[in-house]
């Protein structure tokens, strides 16, 4: 068990360009999150997933933003034509029983 | 619709001394699930202790211990003997539907350890 893993770690991008995250989580766990935090806030909730069907998401969550989650295992969150408020770290999560375990972020810099 | 309150946003605590970081939270839910996270400066949250709307006793976990105290919403971290690693920001969150439902985080708590 490696835990859960977040690529990458940083992501500078311009204005405009899409970028995408990847999320792999524990391998048992299947439920999976994501959440964004801004810098000196905790994390908000953005959507989630219980194998591969996306069961929730946040009024956070414009129609810029789009996760997937093929075959209930790893994830992807894609940001579209990004805009500088979307800068932040961006964490994803899993679970099997009650407690969340987070891997380390992916921290996007949006110029 | 779920809430947490942290009022402190830092706390000072020599090291060796024990301190308690306060965590308030709202819910109508009967079923609910609280839970503390640790935040070093690498970014991780690291998951710490768990307590239950049900549970009757208070959770403990090594040197951290949970004061739940259901009648006030109070949901407050004790660490005892502090050491210089536990400087970090520390979260309380919630989950409601006997924590099926996602975490609704805190604002945080800044903790620095003095030596």
Request: a positive charge.
């Amino acid at each position: 068990d490696t835990g859960v893993s977040q690529n990458p770690r940083h992501k500078i991008t311009k204005r405009g360009q899409n970028v995408t995250f990847r999320c792999d989580p524990i391998s048992e766990h299947n439920r999976l999150y994501w959440y964004r935090q801004t810098l000196g806030q905790g994390p908000e909730f953005l959507t989630y997933f219980q194998n591969e069907a996306q069961l929730e998401k946040s009024r956070l969550l414009s129609d810029r933003f789009s996760a997937e989650r093929p075959k209930g295992s790893f994830s992807t969150l894609e940001i579209q034509r990004t805009e500088q408020g979307d800068s932040a770290m961006y964490l994803c999560a899993s679970r099997t029983n009650y407690e969340q375990y987070f891997g380390p972020g992916t921290r996007l810099t949006v110029t | 619709a779920q809430k947490i309150t942290q009022t402190q946003p830092g706390m000072f605590v020599q090291e060796k001394e024990a301190v308690t970081l306060d965590c308030t939270y709202d819910t109508s839910d009967p079923s609910y699930g609280l839970f503390w996270y640790k935040q070093p400066s690498s970014g991780e949250m690291i998951f710490l202790i768990y307590q239950g709307s049900y549970d009757q006793q208070n959770a403990t976990e090594g040197r951290y211990s949970l004061n739940f105290q259901k009648a006030r919403k109070s949901a407050n971290l004790v660490i005892s003997a502090s050491q210089l690693g536990d400087s970090a920001m520390y979260f309380c969150a919630m989950s409601v539907n006997s924590g099926n439902t996602p975490l609704v985080f805190g604002k945080g708590t800044r903790l620095s350890v003095i030596a």
